[in-house]
């Protein structure tokens, strides 16, 4: 089951529907605990999943930044286009890693070393092979997979080349290794200056036409099912450039405005904060914390069916549909 917080009605949501997973944006616990104990609500909680063992993964950060995210989903609600992160936090860095590998043992490593490399946008397990003769002379101690001590070797071999992220270089060092049929197998890692995925916080891109702040005010409620939003700024400016972030997001008023954004979409706005977009001459539209990060539920869901049935796993996901707003208006 998938739902934007693990609380109590969708942790029984998931109990009733007998899920062995609930998949959360928002973690279940936001301090560390020295406890677990009946005495709170945090701990009942815990205690219930447990008992009925199901397991909990919280996205959170991870799942803002995230290509397809909650920024990326919030954004194609809105109808942006040309959307890049609107705050750099990193970019994937990639190496190189070369293999040689005798002839037939090929597809063994390729699939071995298929977790840690690196997609190229919507293609994976991508690799490159050439052919070639590997020559080698075992020393005494040695067991050689092919030949024998003392005399040299000849053999045919592939070359591999594949594209990996640098974070997980020793998971697929290790992996090369528990595959590989040699002894020693022989590999080089080289570091490349290919621009890995630019990853971010919150989102900026463009309408497809201006309009008025009003407009896209009533628009961001419209698309979001807000029961309301608040609009800071002129209802007459005309807006194109869009920033947004999921959630709390207004610590990216300044981010917003020195790349050019009209308005700034976001929830969680302070007072003091209203004030300052108004200095910087930028318009916010606060449409809620939950609202703008409620469409993760129905576009996790999706993204995990997808991923699921690529990989032929017989899993079924479940949106948790028993969310709602906790603010009400007047």
Not at 61 to 89: E, F, H, M, W
């Amino acid at each position: 089951m998938v739902a934007l917080d693990p609380g109590a009605p969708a942790i029984e949501a998931a109990i009733a529907d007998r899920c062995d997973l609930l998949v959360t944006h928002h973690p279940f616990f936001f301090t560390p605990l020295k406890k677990i104990t009946s005495a709170d609500e945090t701990g009942r909680l815990a205690l219930r999943a447990v008992k009925n063992d199901l397991a909990i993964i919280s996205l959170h950060t991870n799942y803002d930044i995230a290509s397809g995210g909650v920024n990326d989903l919030l954004a194609g609600r809105l109808g942006l286009s040309d959307c890049q992160p609107l705050k750099i936090t990193g970019a994937a860095e990639y190496l190189k890693l070369v293999v040689f590998v005798p002839k037939g043992h090929e597809e063994a490593l390729l699939k071995a070393l298929s977790p840690s490399m690196v997609n190229l946008g919507n293609y994976r397990d991508c690799s490159f092979q050439a052919d070639g003769v590997g020559r080698f002379t075992p020393l005494q101690g040695a067991n050689p997979f092919v030949g024998s001590v003392g005399r040299p070797q000849r053999q045919e071999e592939g070359r591999l080349e594949v594209l990996i992220a640098k974070q997980k270089l020793a998971a697929a060092v290790s992996a090369l290794k528990g595959a590989h049929p040699y002894e020693e197998p022989a590999f080089d890692i080289y570091p490349v200056l290919n621009q890995g995925e630019v990853r971010g916080l919150g989102r900026i891109g463009v309408l497809a036409e201006p309009m008025s702040a009003a407009a896209f005010a009533l628009q961001v409620k419209q698309a979001l099912a807000a029961s309301g939003v608040r609009l800071v700024g002129n209802p007459e400016r005309a807006v194109k450039k869009i920033a947004l972030c999921g959630g709390s997001g207004a610590s990216l008023l300044h981010e917003a405005a020195r790349k050019g954004a009209d308005v700034l979409v976001t929830g969680d706005v302070k007072y003091h904060e209203a004030r300052e977009a108004e200095a910087l001459g930028l318009a916010l539209v606060d449409a809620g914390h939950f609202a703008t990060e409620w469409p993760m539920v129905h576009g996790l869901a999706a993204a995990l069916v997808k991923a699921l049935e690529a990989r032929k796993y017989q899993t079924e996901v479940v949106a948790y549909q028993g969310e709602r707003e906790p603010f009400s208006f007047f």
